[in-house]
């Protein structure tokens, strides 16, 4: 457990515990067989999916991250040149484990679906269908119903032990939550069955059928639509319509597999407030959805090693610094926030030749530039830095107690932010580190 502060009714604080995520703990549990990590955009899904199955790998487990983000972040940052709908061994992979990468390729995994379950006639003429080659493309929903197709499929594999899913922005992952109900609600809609009836009815009922509804489609949504569209839909309608039932079996499967204990959602965040109202948005969605929640990975966390300097102190010795530089004749630059930290006007780094004015004497301004930083500027501007620093640490540590209050039951893991991107297997592994150990910088908590 770990603890937060909350203000009490005397204008004090009192210490709340605050469940602690055990992410070591969850990837050993050989009842967990899949992770899906999910959050809003720019939060680092890719790279905490990644770092998981970095680690799950060289804890003995064998594992396959599946990429939905069209992003080549996670390819790149293990070392595979390029990424698609086969899994792909992960070299360099330290331990007794295996990890294997994937990116969903969206319209792949339908032609697949379509050629395992028709014969190779109906296939041919179901990809070769226009409305087919443009569903499959980029139909609203499709992508989040064949990253399910493609997870079902893994799954029942029974290849590896954890399967680690990386899911688009969190609106679009409630999308990969809701893509079985939308088929459904597709598949049973009054145009489809409307399209479907001729291929039911068969003989001279059924022609007749198809002549009368598809004149009422003409005069109508032909217009709109076009009339040959309408007959690329009802020829793909009519070829697909042994494999519908399918679809809905194996989504209905999936989303039970995605409420089975044997599943567990991490939430992805930043500390900032539009990320962690989106987190909280996403627990109480998948509380309402029976779905099983691990908790929530609070990533990117500033701190700071002097945090017993506070930033009101900070800026007070920053201004009092000042104030005796004055005093003494010296001139203080506090642009951007920042005292005494500048280029003189004369150097090569500033770029351009001493100002001076009609007579060719530089102003006082110029010659207080060209001058060298004193100790006392240096150390005025660092404190204001170090001022900086605490106040955003402050605000993080703010928006975190809102949403720690707001959803106490949560676990949460806070992961220090790293100085720089992570782009291999060294920096995954030490982001798997500081997942697992909790690691929130000093003054953070």
């Known amino acids: 457990m770990t603890a937060r502060t909350k203000a009490g009714a005397d204008g004090g604080t009192r210490a709340e515990a605050v469940p602690a995520l055990d992410t070591d703990a969850l990837i050993d549990d050989p009842d967990i067989r899949i992770i899906v990590c999910c959050g809003s955009g720019g939060v680092g899904k890719t790279t905490t999916a990644a770092a998981l199955g970095v ?29 698609d709908n086969v899994p792909r061994r992960v070299k360099g992979i330290e331990g007794d484990g295996e990890l294997h990468a994937m990116m969903l390729d969206m319209k792949r995994t339908f032609d697949e679906i379509v050629e395992a379950h028709a014969d190779a006639e109906r296939a041919r003429a179901i990809l070769e269908n226009p409305f087919y080659q ?9 992508q989040e119903y064949m990253a399910m197709e493609k997870l079902g499929q893994l799954r029942a594999r029974e290849e590896w032990d954890l399967i680690v899913v990386d899911t688009p922005p969190s609106r679009s992952a409630l999308d990969f939550l809701d ?3 939308r088929l459904g609600s597709f598949l049973d809609g009054k145009f489809i069955k409307l399209l479907m009836a001729p291929a039911k009815m068969g003989g001279r009922a059924g022609m007749k059928f198809l002549n009368v509804g598809m004149s009422m489609m003409t005069g109508t949504l032909g217009k709109l639509l076009g009339g040959q569209f309408l007959r690329d839909v009802q020829t793909f309608v009519a070829a697909m319509d042994t494999m519908f039932g399918g679809f809905r079996t194996r989504a209905d499967a999936t989303y039970k597999l995605l409420q089975a204990p044997g599943t567990a959602f991490l939430v992805v965040a930043t500390p900032e407030r539009d990320a962690l109202r989106e987190a909280a948005y996403f627990v109480e969605r998948l509380a309402a959805e029976n779905m099983p929640l691990a908790g929530l990975v609070l990533n990117r966390v500033h701190g700071s090693e002097a945090a017993r300097l506070s930033a009101e102190q900070a800026m007070t ?32 780094a500033a770029g351009h030749a ?92």
Do not use: C, W, Y
């Open 55 to 83: 680690r799950a790998a060289e804890r003995g487990r064998k594992v396959v991250v599946l990429t939905i983000d069209p992003a080549r972040r996670l390819a790149q940052s293990m070392g595979i040149d390029s990424l």
């Open 354 to 445: 001493p100002t001076t004015d009609a007579t060719g004497t530089a102003p006082p301004e110029a010659e207080a530039a060209r001058r060298p930083v004193t100790t006392e500027e240096l150390t005025a501007g660092l404190l204001r830095l170090h001022a900086e620093r605490m106040q955003m640490v402050a605000r993080e540590q703010d928006t975190r107690d809102r949403f720690t209050a707001r959803h106490p039951e949560v676990a949460v893991t806070a992961v220090a932010a790293l100085p720089g991107d992570v782009h291999d297997l060294s920096g995954l592994r030490t982001i798997g580190d500081r997942l697992a150990t909790g690691s929130a910088p000093a003054g953070a908590a």
């Open 134 to 142: 443009s569903l499959s493309a980029g139909f609203a929903g499709t």
């Open 179 to 181: 893509a079985p109900k």
């Open 317 to 348: 010795a920053a201004e009092n610094l000042e104030a005796e530089n004055l005093e003494n004749g010296g001139i203080v630059d506090q642009a951007a926030g920042k005292a005494g930290l500048r280029e003189p006007a004369d150097s090569p």
